[in-house]
């Protein structure tokens, strides 16, 4: 019954078929359709400011085709019309990049109005019309797209509107969570500091990541939080950048434990043992031992040391039964908390001898 629909493939599922990328999530756009038309087929409308719609069986997106014009600031605010009379044209024309203006029809025909397969083959990231410059968050998401498309660099005049958007101020509308899905892809990215190099190159660290200004220009694998420790920021950076951001807690946690406890970490051996116990116990690995292997795993990729060791040291520290030890009988409050400490330090001590 969806054949009356004329649907076509379009934006990342177009994209990164063409680049021999896995495809992730296929959007769809609908030319000459209405609101109505697609309740009667049973789609479910979930767009808000806009009409977008969940295919019944599928569950992929499918939105009216559809212009908008710019009324007001920001990442918002946006004038958007879908008349069935909307072309594909016009709808690929709204777009933020000319390879994610592809649309391809469910027969496999490409269309390609604003060079977007020319600009794949040049690897180039180029705004599809000046219009570009009315969504502040397309900043980002060329950054973050620079970060993904390996060997992709963005057009000189596509920079130049991004600066003046940066320039302008227009990033300070965006909110904190928008921002942080684009930096989170891009941590998750080939190239995280392509993502940083670009916003560097427009002015986009201001206002809301200023903190990346000065992280070192190298990453090694991991996810997305292991990156995020990876940039190694001082704990003041940390805190301001994941209060600014509102980013998940696991980041800030990750990120935080590196910059207090890689050095002991790295150097368990020769440490004091007491500092070494404090941190220990500061990872709570007498609980549970998943934030210390976070940890280790992220400083040997980044110091490139063995932590196999420390993490046999924290298994067997952590299985201790010292509370039941015969001298700990009878003892209370800050009288047994001396005492626990005493022999988990005496513990220590006889294992770094070994
Ligand atoms: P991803 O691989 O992250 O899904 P994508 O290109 O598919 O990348 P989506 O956010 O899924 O990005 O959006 C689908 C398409 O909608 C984009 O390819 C682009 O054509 C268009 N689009 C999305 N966000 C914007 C925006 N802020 N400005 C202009 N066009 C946009
Ligand atoms: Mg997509």
Redesign the pocket.
Known sequence: MFETLNCYL????V??ELLGRPV??R?WVVVGSTVEEMLRLGFVQVGKDFPVFLHPITHEEYALARTERKQGVG?TGFVVDAHPSVTLRQD?K????TV??IAKSVDGILFDPYGGQQDLQAKCLRHVSAA?GE?P??VF?VA??AA?LVGFRVAQSTLNIMSAMTEAGELESLSAQRVWVEFE?ALAAPNPQEFIAILKRCGGLEPWLVELNDVPAKFSSGSSVDRFVQLQMPLQNIETLCNRLKCPGRFQQAATDYSAYAETVTRWREVDPQQLLDTLLALRVNHASARLEALARVVSSIRDVDVAEVLILAKEFGGLALASEPGMKGLQGKAFGQALRALQLQWLTTYLSR
Not at 10 to 13: K, N, R
């Open positions: 379009v934006g990342g599922a994209r990164d992730h999530d959007d990442h690929l709204r777009r933020d990049l994610n203006a570009f969504d968050l397309r998401r973050r797209f993904q892809k």
